[in-house]
């Protein structure tokens, strides 16, 4: 999917104000609410740009090529606003008209929420809420207890459900201090016997989906690993390129043109022919799967083939980045270099658990 001159004009020009201010910028959100990017997923008829799912990660993609810190807040929370397709549809009706409704929060199962009748006390503390100063609900995971004791599911596990809350119940802690992703102000939240309805909890299950959207039938383990993928793809593929325009440059100057510049052209080239062929191995897989969910054909080969596919592709980007930063020079260790801008964000963004692999 392609984004407009003016809109690639925007996201170049506030991305270091981001930042240097470790939020979006007001310009930024005002971009995001103007082109509905964190109503992604969500349904036209609630005022959303309801894509399918590889015109969504395309868009997503597109974007984390301009701007990893903007890309991953709005795959955060755009994923977040895709639990329209898991509340109750007259809840979701009042929520998410809304132009600038943004759910986000955190995936761990950190708290506990006390069943009282037909409601629930939500206490706990959750980290790594991407988006935070500009959420309106806070999502969250948390462990259902009665009478203090803690319930079990049909399979005699702890029982987990995933709750929504307006943001005035929040307490932020301004914690996201990190050397890259710094815009996504991923501050952790808390909350102290904060009161919810039962029709502010929800399973993220695609068999309990309260919507007829396609979308909403997608399993949520692949949908977030493509979504992932997507932005480390995107800034991967602006490295690559700022690579390539320096190698160019450099060539100019003839020590390096005569000692090192075939080999590190040789390397770059393999890797960007690499990334074509993964990138498209991918995509393939989530048009195939969006295709076979369409035909009611069974996806489980295409599903585990993400996982592993996925992992593999962000292992190999981490990998190559580390084997090409060294050719950067002093420039690509300046702070407001974009590559080092993009080294910052790929390796801080390699720290969400959900793309890692087994480390032995």
């Not at 599903?303 to 996925?310: D, H, L, Q, T, V």
């Not at 580390?322 to 270099?337: E, F, M, Q, V, W």
């Amino acid at each position: 999917m392609q984004l407009t001159d003016a809109a690639i004009a925007v996201l170049k020009d506030q991305q270091r104000k981001a930042i240097q201010q470790k939020s979006l910028s007001d310009e930024q959100l005002e971009l995001i609410y103007l082109n509905k990017w964190f109503k992604i997923w969500v349904p036209q008829s609630l005022n959303g740009l309801g894509l399918d799912l590889v015109s969504g990660l395309s868009l997503l993609k597109a974007l984390a090529y301009q701007d990893g810190g903007l890309a991953w807040t709005v795959t955060l929370c755009a994923g977040a606003n895709l639990f329209v397709g898991f509340i109750g549809p007259e809840v979701g009706q009042d929520i998410f008209t809304s132009k600038q409704v943004c759910f986000g929060g955190s995936g761990q199962i950190a708290g506990i929420a006390e069943r009282e009748g037909k409601s629930y006390r939500l206490k706990g503390l959750w980290k790594y809420a991407t988006g935070a100063p500009h959420l309106t609900h806070f999502t969250l995971n948390a462990y259902i207890q009665a009478d203090g004791q803690q319930l079990l599911d049909q399979d005699g596990n702890p029982l987990v459900k995933s709750f929504f809350v307006a943001r005035e119940f929040a307490l932020i802690h301004y914690d996201w201090d990190t050397f890259g992703l710094e815009a996504t102000a991923s501050h952790s939240f808390s909350l102290d016997n904060i009161q919810v309805d039962e029709n502010q909890s929800f399973f993220i299950d695609a068999s309990k989906s309260t919507r007829p959207e396609l979308l909403y039938q997608y399993p949520f383990m692949p949908f977030a690993e493509l979504t992932l993928l997507v932005n480390f793809m995107g800034m991967y593929h602006r490295f690559l390129d700022l690579i390539e325009k320096l190698f160019v440059l450099k060539s100019n100057q003839g020590k390096w043109e005569q000692m090192e510049s075939k080999a590190a052209f040789r390397k770059l080239d393999e890797m960007q022919k690499d990334y074509i062929a993964r990138a498209h191995s991918v995509m393939d897989l989530a048009a195939r799967s969006w295709e076979n969910l369409k035909d009611k054909v069974d996806n489980t080969s295409l599903y585990e083939r993400i996982a592993i596919e996925s992992r593999d592709f962000v292992e190999i980007i981490l990998s190559n980045v580390i084997k090409l930063y060294p050719h950067t020079g002093i420039s690509g260790a300046a702070a407001d270099n974009e590559i080092n801008i993009l080294f910052r964000n790929i390796f801080t963004a390699s720290q969400h658990k959900l793309l890692q692999k087994n480390l032995s």
